[in-house]
């Protein structure tokens, strides 16, 4: 009766002080609406919005991270703002401009550095996550006077942050042990790498390719072994399909041993064994993948494709390898994000100015939250996971 | 080729060309010229389609404003000077050996030159 009346008498007092009930952070969403500069903040158990943001500038390709408490959100606009948002009090609590032009951005395994890759000027900066002070640069300068777009900058273990540079061709690792002192060092990947990814455990770097045939991998355990090409024949000699939008490698799959990823030029999930490295299957899709991700428990990879097949989303059975169900939600399918134990799946519908949310298991429709033109949707689960 | 400044181009040799002759016939021409420079704007409703496409699709590599991502800036200040019919080429036929696609599948050699045209001047929102 003691304790009753105590949570009573609490629960009054914040009432009367205006704060909102304690609640934790791991079920909120932020939805990035890329042509007004807005976010929405919803949360995934009830699947409502309860909170929207703006005055964050262009949007386009814009993405987030979080602090490891998931309390604090970091967005990364196309034009080189970085905003931090508390998810709870559902507002804007420091925003700086850092460059001209970014492309997305990361943070560190002890939660202290966030990191932004830019385009224009190409390179990446690091700053303090709690004040967002600047502490360090690292200019994609691969030759004198020349600067890359950099691209597929993601964590990994040992507070380095791993990117690959386009124009240059080069993955490069920085090491931030010493946050104001970072040291970098570069390895050869091949000809234009558009997109990396660091794998679930942080151990293997990739960048996918789209200057020649492959995927560039490093071994971040064993890094002077160099990078090394993987799926080199894959579409040797054959006729590429345009690229209407470049694949995304970041949400990428590794399932029962095996990783899909999405091909280029070709209406192609690529299937390979993490163990050798080696190709062992391609699954017919219905366009350009350019999200391929993995249901978290693996059972289920969701293909998401480029301009113009971007109304359809296919979803491969693992067990299978095979397409299993030929969905079309909505227009302009640009993102997708399960829920940390994949029983929903969010899909932004650009064109339809939704949200839809699926059940994963009988592949209905089970909510939808109206949002402008929506693109990236990113949980809060995303603070406990290497690469993201 | 219907593209508006060779026409306009060619507008004013002809022009001159008939004022020798007779400068009433001569305006008669002008006003022909310009409404078939006219004839080669898409109408209003694949003017808005046209403007979706490249904010949103084109968007997706030189930036929704345009100023640039995994492809350059498409602002007036960085194509005013390349000549339009190269540009509207690339547009139509994309540019091998780069990321650049061609776009032929969604839309004409005309309306690639409309979109050129408008990057040109101050793409509308």
Redesign the interface.
Known sequence: MRILFSVLLVAFLGACAGTPPLRGTGDLALIIERASGHVTLANTSSRQPYARIGGLGDLSHASAVYSRDGRYAYVFGRDGGLTKIDMLAGQVVKRIIQSGNAIGGSISQDGRIVVAQNYKPGGIKAFDAETLELLAEVPAEYAPGQFSKVVGLADSPGNKFVYALFDAGEIWVSDFSDPRRPVTQRFPAGQNPYDGLVTPDGRHFLAGLFGEDGVAMLDLWQPQQGARKILEKYGRGEEKLPVFKMPHLRGWSVAQGKAYLPAIGRHEVLVVDVATWQEVGRIPVRGQPVFVMARPDGRQVWVNFAFPDYGKVDVIDTLKGEVVSQLAPGKGILHMEFTPRGENVWLSARDDHKILIYHTENLTQIGEITADAPSGIFFSSRAQRIGF | MSRPRSSRAALRRRSCWRWAIQSGLALAGVGLMLSSALASEPPPQRQRELTHLVR??C???H???L????GPALLPADLRDKPADGLAATVYH?RPGT?M??WQ??LTEAEAAWVVDRLISGFPE
């Open positions: 949103q699709e968007g997706s590599c930036g929704m404003s100023q640039g991502g995994l994309g990321a696609p061609p599948r969604f």
